[in-house]
């Protein structure tokens, strides 16, 4: 395994859109295990194929529960809303808030090419539609409703904990 290069703000590579993956092959599986361990070393909760430099419709979400990989993933089903706040790896230090889905469900293929499907309700709902909407070339910042002060980004993380600890 190895760490690969987040492709920052400014690079088009984050604002194509990303090709279907056709082989299921061990240079898949590579990218997968690289992907991983940069999401781990970056400290995020999900990183897709275009953040990495490489244009395939490839992202992963990791969540309490465990790693998940979508390759295709393509979005079916959206419910409800919610509004939270968001940040990217690709674009250091912005946070806002964006209006999403509370529950999505997921069509997608596994690193084998079995056809899955992933139900995500609450955060990870917000993950899997930041993680899809980069694969065509979509950023957190464009459907963004209000940019937090970067001042006062530690403050909104802060609520942001505070609330879910309610919520329980
Ligand atoms: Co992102």
Redesign the pocket.
Known sequence: MALRNIVAQGDIMLRRKAREVEHFDDRLWTLLDDMCETLRAQGGV???AP?VGIMKRIAIIDTDDGLIELVNPVIFAKKGSQYQLEG????PGMWGYVERPFKVKIRARNRYGKPINIEGDDMLAVALC??VD?LDGV??TDIAAEMVDPDQVEEHKENRKISRRKSG
């Open positions: 999900g990183i897709a953040q990217c790896l690709s674009l930041h993680e980069h950023l957190f």
